[in-house]
């Protein structure tokens, strides 16, 4: 795909959005010191995002669905820059907390409505590697940014850090501003419609196939560390490289999924989770040589992030009378993936089953939404051979 200038500037807001939401795993301890919380507590900045991201995806878009699309990535990044000026500001884990909070409600919209403005952008047999193009923003954080960050928070202070990323709020706002065309709404939007077009059955299954593929990615990769330290007996270097690789694994399946979703969508999913089951068996099975450790973590983050273009387009092509909610809700549907994958992992390790079955939940969990992927086709071809024998 040629440079375009819209699609970097999202693709911008993407790197920032992502560094916010993954970076304070990588400051933890340095925060909960400095304000005097224990690490469990300072954990729950986390949480407390996530859920944010899930109340503010459906509320943002539905409050401003007549908004022009430009005005409201405008908005979302100018909720971005003051959260985080909030939480660099923050003097106490309360404030901290409610910066973090005020942060989180730009996450849905901003996504949702970039994915929609990114398909808008370019040709229509362009549109999921538009939106891998966006979404190049939020891996190339998990690769340099949230490390960058980390690195600021230990070296500097945590305050900085945060101070950066408002600093790339209003940079994404500027470049926002000067490449997009205001793209208004021909026609006002219909909340009751929005939400009509969100209880379809094929927009439903999208979503839910979201959270089990995200589930299935976050199931492990929670506990990655931990994994390799144990199970792998790995050194903190050795981790430190994992996590970068990993990083990089996502970046290239971000673009290799948008490439492949532009000729199939329905064949990129299903070729993406049989590799991510495939590989997490074989995690499990190799989890105590190096060796055989890193290019199977590589290969992972690759076929994990190769299902979000896909899933992404999925639901804006499912819900194409009103998109807007729909696409900000599979947002929130990541996020939720995001949640219950920890939480389907921690089930394991409670239940004695130990660091080293846990990539075997992630694989079950892919098995899941291969079935779905397999039935959801299935139904699909069903439904349009009896359209076709009725006309």
């Known amino acids: 795909m040629k440079i375009n200038i819209p699609l970097l500037a999202l693709a911008l807001g993407a790197f920032g959005i992502g ?19 224990s690490i469990p507590t300072a954990g729950m900045l986390i949480s407390a995002y996530a859920f944010g991201v899930l109340l503010g995806a459906p509320l943002m878009t539905l409050v401003f669905a007549n908004m022009a699309r430009r005005n409201l990535l405008l908005l979302s990044m100018a909720i971005f ?14 404030v901290l907390l409610l910066g973090r909070i005020i942060t989180s409600f730009n996450h849905g919209a901003f ?25 190049s923003g939020l891996t190339i954080a998990t690769i340099g940014g949230v490390p960058l960050a980390a690195y600021i928070g230990e070296v500097i202070g945590w305050r900085p850090a945060f101070f950066g990323m408002a600093v790339i709020g209003l940079i994404t706002m500027a470049a926002l501003r000067l490449s997009l065309p205001a793209m208004v709404n021909e026609q006002k939007a219909n909340v ?22 995200s589930s299935a990615m976050f199931t492990v990769f929670t506990y990655i560390v931990p994994i390799l330290q144990d199970e792998t007996q790995a050194s903190t270097m ?21 490439r492949f979703a532009d000729r199939s969508m329905d064949l990129t999913l299903i070729a993406s989770l049989i590799a991510v089951m495939l590989l997490l068996v074989m995690l499990a099975l190799v989890i ?12 992972w983050g690759i076929a994990s992030f190769a299902l979000v273009p896909p899933l992404q387009a999925m639901v804006v092509q499912e819900a194409a009378e009103a998109p807007s ?15 219950l994958g920890a939480m389907l992992g921690a089930l394991m390790i409670s239940a004695g089953f130990g660091l080293n079955a846990v990539p075997l939940a992630g694989a079950a969990t892919a098995a ?15 439904n349009a051979n009896t359209t076709t024998a009725n006309a």
Do not use: C, H, Q
């Open 288 to 299: 105590s040589s190096p060796l055989l450790v890193a290019p199977l973590i590589l290969l």
């Open 325 to 339: 909610l729909a696409s900000a809700m599979n947002i929130g549907a990541f996020n939720l993936g995001n949640a």
């Open 238 to 258: 050795f981790v430190t490289a994992m996590l970068v690789l990993y990083g990089v694994g996502l970046a290239v399946g971000n673009v290799l999924g948008g």
């Open 19 to 37: 560094v916010t939401e993954f970076s304070p795993m990588g400051m933890l301890p340095i925060i909960a010191g400095d304000l005097g919380v």
């Open 111 to 135: 996504f949702g409505v970039g994915a929609i403005v990114a398909m808008n952008v370019v040709p229509p047999e362009k549109r999921a590697g538009a939106v891998a193009a966006m979404f």
């Open 368 to 382: 899941v939404g291969l079935a779905m992927v397999l039935w959801f086709r299935r139904n699909r071809s069903a």
């Open 192 to 213: 009751r419609n929005e939400l009509r077009v969100l209880g379809k059955k094929p927009v439903l299954v999208a979503l839910l196939l979201t959270v089990v593929s």
């Open 81 to 94: 820059t003051l959260g985080n000026l909030i939480s660099a500001l923050a003097d106490s884990y309360n």
